[in-house]
């Protein structure tokens, strides 16, 4: 029998397993409880956003640093393999980061109340608002200038270039962005 840890899908497949089990084990008397359904939500929301911005940390401390070091010949593997995947999963992260953390405020009762700044949700208001901003970023600015860089859309030599500056701007704007927007988000469980 090949080893499951081999495929990444089954690796998934037993971490979400373990994670039932987890679960059963701590949590069983409280499946029918609201309060339960909004802390998996959240649980799924940081998921999704630990991808995200792993992602963008890939981008930004390995993938983008690393370029001007690749020699011409073997920079293809980066632009058509390994940063279409990585941008694959970067914006659908994004995107599912959004949605669950939507749902998630929703389910604690304060969506619109956080996102109009009404006391005592300011903090994760401002948290709310600064990753709404990152995740508009990577859909109309990021995306559509890699999609330029990487060829998915035609554009000569010089769009190209201006594409890459723009993109990478973007970019480096989200991870100076996320340092606070963290920090307001793990901020109301603790601090208000
Ligand atoms: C527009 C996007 C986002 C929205 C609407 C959002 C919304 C929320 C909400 C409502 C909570 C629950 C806070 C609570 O009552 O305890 C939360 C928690 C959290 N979010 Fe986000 N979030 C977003 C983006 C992100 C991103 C990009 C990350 C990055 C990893 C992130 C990480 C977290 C973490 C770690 C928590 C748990 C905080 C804790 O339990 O102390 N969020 N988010």
């Not at 397993?17 to 409280?30: E, K, M, P, S, T």
């Not at 309060?35 to 963008?56: P, Y």
């Not at 959004?98 to 009762?109: H, K, P, Q, R, S």
């Amino acid at each position: 029998m090949k080893n499951p840890l081999e495929n990444l899908h089954s690796t998934l497949l037993m971490g979400f397993g373990l994670a039932v089990i987890a679960v059963l084990i701590l949590h069983v008397g409280q499946i029918g409880e609201h309060a339960f359904w909004a802390f998996i939500f959240r649980w799924i929301h940081v998921l999704a956003g630990i991808l995200w911005i792993g992602l963008l940390y890939y981008f930004n401390f390995v993938q983008t640093p690393s370029m001007p070091k690749i020699p011409d010949d073997q920079k293809p593997a980066i632009s058509k393999v390994i940063a279409p995947s990585a941008l694959f999963f970067f914006r659908w992260s994004a995107a599912a980061t959004v949605l669950f953390g939507l749902i998630t405020a929703l389910m604690n009762g304060y969506l619109v109340e956080a996102l109009t700044f009404q006391s005592p949700f300011v903090t994760i208001g401002i948290g709310m608002w600064l990753a709404l901003i990152m995740a508009a970023n990577v859909w109309f600015v990021i995306w559509p200038n890699q999609k330029k860089v990487l060829g998915i859309v035609q554009a000569d030599a010089d769009a190209k270039k201006k594409a890459g500056r723009l993109g990478m701007l973007a970019s480096r704007t989200n991870t100076m962005l996320s340092i606070p927007m963290l920090y307001c988000m793990v901020g109301m469980q603790n601090v208000g």
